[in-house]
């Protein structure tokens, strides 16, 4: 049986506020990245990838990562991949650079009717849902939530 004492419990603490996340190995960052269109893939070329401690941004107690100035910041979030959540932020370039106003009309379409057929989706937004299912589209472990087959077909067809 295990003595688990205040002392253990604060050397654990210590170790987890001590880790040092910026060694997410990289190798890992370009598999993810390989998964991904190489046009997809070119938005983020050049960008910097952090990984944080914290389930959610230093200093920012909503967001769980985020892109600033050449810069994709991932917390650890409690509820997501890492790979989920670096996904999540290069669907926010995918958006803005890849998908028209016509494809943004079809996606909002499918989001509302997602949105309307399952209650757990209601409080999202469209653009939101849409970074979720690019995600969910390419990332290793998927999440139940998030997998509905209308997404993978829509994330497919945005232009490589």
Known sequence: MH???RHNVLNFKSFME????????????KKTLNKLPKSHKDLVRGFEINYTNGNTIEGDKKHIGTIHKMKIVV???????????TLHE????????????????????IAK???????????????ELFCMAYAQHYAKNKITKFEHQK??????KIPN
Do not use: Q
């Not at 009717?113 to 653009?127: C, F, T, V």
């Not at 997404?151 to 497919?156: R, Y």
């Open 3 to 5: 003595d688990i004492t």
């Open 18 to 29: 001590r880790c040092d996340c910026e060694t997410v190995p990289r190798k890992d960052i």
């Open 151 to 156: 997404w993978h077909e829509f994330i497919k």
């Open 90 to 109: 290069i669907a926010h370039m995918v958006w803005e650079y890849k998908v028209d106003s016509s494809m943004r009309k079809e996606w909002n379409k």
């Open 113 to 127: 009717d997602s949105m309307e057929k399952n209650k757990d989706l209601r409080d999202e937004n469209p653009l």
């Open 75 to 85: 917390a650890a979030p409690w509820n997501y991949g890492r790979e989920f959540t």
